[in-house]
């Protein structure tokens, strides 16, 4: 199994270092290893998805391994869907710099896993990060996912935007899908250290059409203890984008930090 066309869909063989498919579409393989698969007229001088300096915040925030007791608890949750003998197709839709799903690598030898992100600085990361014959990245939208319909055992999204109908139509039908996302007051702490006024979380929705099976929480106290960590995990976070230079600053001689981080996590199937 390999990528699907983004134009027309149909399967994407690989020769030599690009992927082509029966209607003559071709994309070519970065030296290092991910192929960009984003729609010819998306692309343009703007960066999609999280730029440099968000992915680089990331990596080196959770190589720290401040968020590890999730990735711990998403890895639990795979293996009890998914045996250690069984093979399987799992997807990472928003793969980011590839943390979580180096997680998935280690947990389940047998999988087959893909890996997308709509940010071409977040898939070089991964790609460096999971250097595993059997994980597959590129740079695509997670609204128009290049997969075969049904192909999917697994599709597993953390804090990541994701469009349902592409999920349905991706699972196979006994498959799974794992979505993450923040509780209401996760990093309260570390907002209240940035704005006046804080704010929660909205709760994450149910998706139409899918069947709760499971949902889980973790909740704990993380305590950072140099401005580089604060800095990191702030500048990994949307807020960045939307935060004035004022408030930012107010980062900027603080050393400690006290934050809620909390998580949910449900899964689903069809």
């Known amino acids: 199994m390999n990528f699907s066309c983004p134009k027309c869909l149909t399967n994407l063989n690989q020769s030599q270092n690009t992927l082509l498919c029966v209607n003559g579409h071709s994309y070519d393989i970065a030296k290092s290893g991910y192929v960009n698969l984003l729609m010819a007229q998306k692309r343009s001088s703007h960066t999609f998805g999280d730029d440099k300096a968000m992915v680089e915040a990331r990596k080196a925030f959770l190589d720290g391994g401040h968020y590890e007791p999730l990735k711990n608890m ?148 993380l305590k950072l203890h140099n401005n580089s960590e604060i800095q990191n995990l702030f500048t990994m976070t949307p807020y960045t984008r939307k935060t004035s230079q004022q408030d930012k600053a107010k980062l900027d001689k603080l050393n400690e930090l006290s934050t809620l981080v909390g998580f949910y996590i449900a899964v689903y199937r069809l």
């Open 74 to 221: 998403l890895c639990e949750i795979v293996k009890t869907y998914f045996p250690m003998q069984k093979s399987a197709v799992i997807l990472d839709c928003g793969c980011g710099e590839g943390y979580y799903t180096q997680g998935l690598l280690d947990t389940q030898r047998a999988v087959t896993l893909f890996g997308i992100d709509i940010s071409k600085n977040a898939v070089i990361h991964a790609v460096k990060r999971c250097r595993d014959e059997s994980a597959h990245f590129a740079v695509a939208n997670a609204f128009k996912v290049p997969l075969a319909d049904g192909s999917c055992d697994g599709i597993v999204s953390i804090f990541a935007p994701y469009s349902i109908d592409e999920v349905k139509r991706l699972m196979s039908p006994s498959g799974f899908f794992i979505e993450i996302s923040p509780t209401e007051d996760h990093l309260i702490g570390l907002k209240a250290a940035v704005y006046d006024e804080t704010y929660l979380n909205t709760p994450p929705i149910h998706p139409e059409g899918m069947t709760l099976i499971e949902r889980k929480s973790i909740c704990y106290t």
